[in-house]
């Protein structure tokens, strides 16, 4: 079993940073940030795997940058530079390492705003 508690959100004006944290708990072979903007699917936004190799959506590439702090079983997503457009819920993901089930935390919303 895998629980996930994101935390960080919040308002932020255009050009702005923040940085958000997901805290693991259990043991997990790859991490993720999603997003959902209101009326739109849920995306990719970055995600990180066994050995730190990262991937980003096209949209966030040089401006987000995602991390996982092992000895506190947290994963971050430093967001800098952010665009109205990237006003979202951001989810957290994980992939369970045993059972290969993919969980999500509750989310936390991010506004880009002035």
């Known amino acids: 079993q895998v629980q996930l508690v994101e935390s960080g959100g919040g308002l932020v004006q255009p050009g702005g940073s923040l940085r958000l944290s997901c805290a693991v708990f259990?043991?997990?072979?790859?991490n993720a940030w999603y997003r959902q903007a209101p009326g739109k699917e849920r995306e990719l936004v970055a995600a990180?795997?066994?050995?730190?190799?990262?991937n980003y959506a096209d949209s966030v590439k040089g401006r987000f940058t995602i991390s996982r702090q092992n000895a506190k079983n947290t994963v971050y997503l430093q967001m800098s530079s952010l665009k109205p457009e990237d006003t979202a819920v951001y989810y957290c993901?994980?992939?369970?390492?045993?059972?290969?089930?993919?969980?999500w935390g509750q989310g936390t919303q991010v506004t880009v705003s002035s």
């Open positions: 993901n994980a992939v369970g390492r045993l059972s290969g089930k993919s969980y």
């Open positions: 259990g043991s997990t072979s790859a």
């Open positions: 990180i795997i066994s050995g730190g190799i990262t």
